[in-house]
């Protein structure tokens, strides 16, 4: 009996360390993230493929990176943005890492400034990650793979400014989820990038099924990075994302919104007639909102990801804030409006 237990105890000190070889090697997280499809499951990187291709840019060097905005930071609006949080009172929840921002002043866009706040912090975003769907749909209509029909031009407006499942599921299945990724962590954009914590990532369909690969680095199925969606819309802002006509296609889908909450409700209440690109998401206590915002003779990006059930209510007091911060920026353009 004795030897028994001493078998047991030497199984289970074997079965201990080969779960943190397995966990150091990245094989799978001890941190799997619930979402819509239930608990998160073990991710198994196969030895080639696309993950292979990942590993790889950890060799890059920051100089490849398209649109470097971590060199935007900004001291005086990093400030600002500070003080910002602890008037609404989210100090507590930026130390816990359950709110990440990012704020960029684009009204010059060659000289932008940046803000951010746990911007490197990958989380369960709903449905913003949306965007890299309709991203990479351009990729293929501009390659010639894929067709600008109307049924095709109807299921994105309805992903986009509905928020429609069924029709982000249709457009994922269109493209295909491999090649979704494939253009999120091309060199080209660096949507999804390991140097800065990983970034948008699209691993299954908008579905209770069709689970294809949560992200390598925090085991994700839908996730994002504030700065990475930041660094989107800066990008789209500078006709960056596919071509600049296709650029100018994917500002008109995102410049129409049918969901008046989050920044939009904050925003509308300011300027009813503010010029708002936009993509949202929301489950369960998780609740992010991304936005190119114009009006008042000035333009900004705001991102804000959250966890915490008052997250809808915590995004429209940081968007009426910083706001506020940007006007104080640019008090001329305030006043000429």
Not at 3 to 23: G, H, P
Not at 42 to 63: C, S, V, Y
Not at 190 to 209: E, I, S, T, V
Request: hydrophobic share 45%; aromatic share 6%; charged share 25%.
């Amino acid at each position: 009996m004795k030897r028994n237990r001493l078998l047991t105890k030497a199984l289970r000190v074997s079965a201990t360390w080969i779960t943190a070889l397995l966990l150091a090697a990245g094989l799978f997280s001890a941190t799997a993230q619930a979402d819509d499809v239930g608990e998160g499951k073990p991710i198994i990187i196969p030895p080639k493929g696309i993950f292979e291709r990942i590993e790889d840019m950890k060799l890059a060097t920051p100089g490849e990176d398209p649109a470097p905005i971590w060199d935007f930071a900004n001291e005086e609006l990093q400030a600002q943005t500070a003080q910002a949080l602890e008037r609404l009172g989210l100090s507590q929840a930026v130390r816990d890492k359950r709110l990440s921002i990012a704020l960029m002043d684009i009204t010059d866009p060659q000289n932008p400034a940046l803000a951010s706040i746990n911007g490197d912090k990958m989380v369960y975003a709903a449905s913003l990650p949306k965007i890299a769907i309709l991203l990479a749909a351009f990729e293929e209509i501009a390659a010639g793979k894929l067709e600008l029909t109307p049924e095709l031009d109807g299921l994105m407006k309805r992903m986009i400014r509905d928020s429609s499942n069924s029709a982000a599921t249709q457009v994922m299945h269109m493209v295909g989820k491999e090649r979704i990724a494939e253009v999120l962590i091309s060199s080209r954009y660096r949507l999804y990038d390991p140097q800065h914590g990983g970034g948008l990532w699209l691993g299954k369909d908008f579905a209770k099924k069709g689970l294809w690969r949560r992200d390598p680095m925090n085991n994700l199925s839908h996730g994002a990075t504030a700065m990475e969606v930041a660094r989107f819309w800066y990008m789209l802002e500078m006709d960056l994302l596919v071509t600049p006509e296709h650029s100018a296609m994917m500002r008109e889908i995102l410049g129409e919104t049918h969901l008046n909450h989050k920044f939009a409700k904050a925003l509308m209440k300011i300027d009813p007639h503010a010029q708002i690109m936009r993509k949202s998401g929301s489950w369960s206590t998780y609740h992010a909102d991304s936005a190119l915002i114009r009006h008042g003779g000035y333009a900004y990006i705001i991102v804000g990801l959250s966890n915490d059930k008052n997250g809808t209510r915590w995004l429209e007091g940081i968007g009426r804030e910083f706001d506020a911060i940007i006007a104080q920026r640019h008090p001329k353009a305030g006043a000429a409006r």
